[in-house]
């Protein structure tokens, strides 16, 4: 009787230990709801940081905020400011300092006080406009990009970062701001590259291309409703990347642009076309695109567009391709990256024209080449 007793003893005891043990278990979860179980439920912490493009009143970011609510993504934009004015659902919280510096923020080491208050997983970045207006130098910008960045990683080493290719700027009383752009953008693809890392990713996502100053703007800077469509377009694929397990946020192909005549070849062979359209426009100038595109059903590995220049005006700067000049006709040629395109594919590169008070049309394409 006694062995029974100590047997019937011990059986409770250990039951006992064990409701004990899931009680515990239960009370931290209850208590700590940053655990395991509540972990997975919580929303992904995007903060949007910026200038005045971002925020007063920066609609992107509720029709960005809207379109992954709607596409069942759990996300939570993050700031220290509050929404901006903007008469949409989710104008949610935000780092979009009208008027700021991106070289003053880093320069006063701003941004770790927004981060500790925050805590964002995900940093979107669009800022430099203001320092392009003041004349910056792409150099000082990119090195205060650096600062930023580091500072994001002492907060959160798998901080994952999108760096916008700012949109293109136009205003009234700064002729040299749209070539400024050029310059800066054309240093964010390989600045973004080469510091971003498997835990730390940075993309570079192009907020330029087939952005327009004079039908996305109010003013040549402030985007209008159509500009901050485009904007959340093209932040949207680059984010649901990121969103996805496993995603690294690959730079979006640019959305769909006018289809190109394409440039008659043998069967068979890879055929490709070229379409061009002015961006902006000044006194003595404008900016152009040139979208490239696979007519064909072979994948092609390399492109050539020719461009017919007329009298008066010259071709200044190109980006996203390799210029070579001749008498009457220029060729851009694809870069190392951007050349291979399936069938249906694009691409798209940019350039600057200078032009005389005298010139006639605007430069066309006069053809284009695959192989």
Known sequence: MRNTDLRHNTALRAVLAVLALTALTVGGLLAHPGGAASAAADPVRIMPLGDSITGSPGCWRAVLGNRLQETGYAVDFVGTLGPQGCPQARDGNNEGHGGALVTDVAAQSQLPGWLDTTHPDIVVMHFGTNDVWNAVDPERI??????????????????????????????????????????????????????????????????????????????????????????????????????????????????????????????????????????????????????????????????????????????????????????????????????????????AFGFLASRSATAGSAITVAGCAAG
């Not at 054309?186 to 100053?213: E, L």
Request: aromatic share 6%; hydrophobic share 35%.
């Open 142 to 347: 990119l090195a205060a990009y650096d600062t930023l960045l580091g500072q994001m990683r002492a907060n959160n080493p798998d901080m994952r970062i999108l760096v916008a290719q700012l949109i293109p700027m136009n205003p009234s009383g700064c002729a040299e701001c749209a070539q400024r752009v050029v310059a800066l953008n054309s240093r964010i693809p390989g600045w973004a590259a080469a510091r971003s890392t498997s835990r730390s990713p940075v993309t570079a996502v192009d907020q330029w291309t087939g952005f327009s100053t004079s039908g996305d703007t109010y003013d040549g800077v402030h985007p209008n409703s159509s500009g901050d469509d485009k904007i959340a377009a093209r932040w949207y694929p680059a984010l649901t990347a990121l969103l996805t397990p496993g995603g690294t946020g690959p730079t979006p192909t640019p959305p769909a642009t006018p289809t190109p005549t394409p440039t008659p070849s043998a069967p068979g062979s890879a055929t490709c076309g070229a379409a061009v359209r002015t961006v902006s426009s000044w006194q003595d100038g404008y900016q152009a695109e040139v979208t490239v595109r696979n007519t064909g059903a072979a994948p092609l590995s390399r492109w050539t567009v020719r461009l017919a220049v007329p009298a008066g005006e010259e071709i200044t700067q190109v980006w996203n391709g390799a210029l070579t000049r001749g008498p009457a006709e220029v060729s851009v040629d694809a870069l190392s990256w951007n050349g291979a395109l399936a069938a249906g594919e694009s691409t």
